[in-house]
């Protein structure tokens, strides 16, 4: 079973707050990645990790950040948020040594901003 | 670039009916293609994969099988369920690039009783 966390699971947000978007993953996964989700459904690649200080942009620019300090730890950080920001985030994980090196999905963070 | 194309949705059956979900992707060489499921209100779920040609993968009486010759990984279901209902994703992925997965658009499915 997957143990993979997201906090909050709702987020309604103001013009220019920071927000910080947290993902935890107990099964020691090296590796660690956010999606962007629009309402349309489609999944757009933001940010990835290959493990400790490691971060890399994904395929869809973002004005977001990410850090890896720690293996179970992946937080998304906005620093000013807009409107054009509402979307749902979806952080997974994957150990790429194992046989079936799977990605293991979060709930979701549904980010609005009014 | 890497693309996958799945059947715009909704799809609306009626319980016990046989769905298919159509896949097909664009890619240089021989990927890892996937199927997730996402329930309302979660996250994804992997429902089965293929990893070479002619692989057919099967989970929850769902299959699919990876089609080298026309780039396609249709999933089917026999009799599909209320309980079937939610938006399918197929996915490919190479592991030589990171294991990013690029995904296609969603399909929603919805099963009336």
């Known amino acids: 079973e997957a143990d993979i966390y997201q906090t909050p699971r709702y987020l309604v947000i103001g013009t220019g707050k920071k927000i910080t978007l947290e993902c935890s993953q107990t099964m020691g996964h090296d590796k660690m990645y956010w999606y962007q989700q629009d309402p349309g459904m489609e999944l757009h690649l933001i940010h990835y990790s290959y493990g400790v200080n490691s971060t890399e942009k994904g395929d869809l620019s973002s004005e977001s950040t990410v850090s890896r300090i720690r293996t179970e730890h992946f937080p998304l950080t906005l620093e000013s948020a807009r409107p054009s920001h509402t979307s749902q985030y979806l952080c997974?994980?994957?150990?790429?040594?194992?046989?079936?090196?799977?990605?293991?999905f979060g709930p979701g963070t549904r980010l609005t901003v009014t | 670039g890497n693309s996958v194309t799945q059947m715009e949705g909704p799809v609306t059956l009626s319980e016990e009916a046989f769905l298919t979900i159509n896949c097909t992707y664009t890619a240089t060489g021989y990927p890892s293609l996937f199927w997730y499921v996402q329930y309302p209100g979660e996250g994804l779920q992997l429902l089965l994969k293929a990893t070479k040609a002619d692989d057919k993968g099967s989970n929850k009486g769902f299959e699919a099988t990876y089609r080298k010759e026309t780039t396609s990984f249709h999933l089917e279901k026999g009799s599909v369920q209320v309980s079937d209902s939610a938006v399918y994703f197929c996915?490919?992925?190479?592991?030589?690039?990171?294991?990013?997965?690029?995904f296609g658009g969603g399909t929603r499915v919805l099963v009336k009783p």
């Open positions: 996915a490919l992925r190479f592991k030589a690039a990171g294991n990013k997965l690029t």
């Open positions: 997974a994980s994957s150990d790429y040594r194992g046989p079936g090196d799977e990605q293991y």
